[in-house]
Nanobody, 118 residues
Framework: QVQLVESGGGLVQPGGSLTLSCAAS????????MGWYRQPPGKQRELVAR???????NYADSVKGRFTISRDNAKNVGFLHLSSLKPEDTAVYYC????????????WGQGTQVTVSS
């Protein structure tokens, strides 16, 4: 069982920045990838960014150039840096761990609220 604990959400003004953290109970390795998803009010959860065990990254088109995913291997912590925030970025952000070689197992954090408003 993998545990993920997010932190760093909050209220920020449009154009502002925020960094979310996700502490994992397992070490980073090539056997799994970490992703960030978000669920805006009344909408479905969507992928925002993902970083593989090899360090490769991919982003949703809506956040390219504004959000950056990274990780600290020594501390087993992943990050999502959000910048140039827009009101439409308002959502609950979830950390995800995906294990493709373990029956496509997915693990989720509890979520952290990000609200972009003036």
């Amino acid at each position: 069982q993998v545990q993920l604990v997010e932190s760093g959400g909050g209220l920020v003004q449009p154009g502002g920045s925020l960094t979310l953290s996700c502490a994992a109970s397992v070490s980073f390795s090539t056997s799994w990838s970490m992703g960030w998803y978000r669920q805006p009010p009344g909408k479905q959860r969507e992928l925002v960014a993902r970083i593989t065990g090899y360090g490769d990254t991919n982003y949703a088109d809506s956040v390219k150039g504004r959000f950056t995913i990274s990780r600290d291997n020594a501390k087993n912590v992943g990050f999502l840096h959000l910048s140039s925030l827009k009101p439409e970025d308002t959502a609950v952000y979830y950390c995800n761990a995906y294990f493709p070689f373990e029956s496509n197992s997915n693990y989720w954090g509890q979520g952290t609220q990000v609200t972009v408003s003036s």
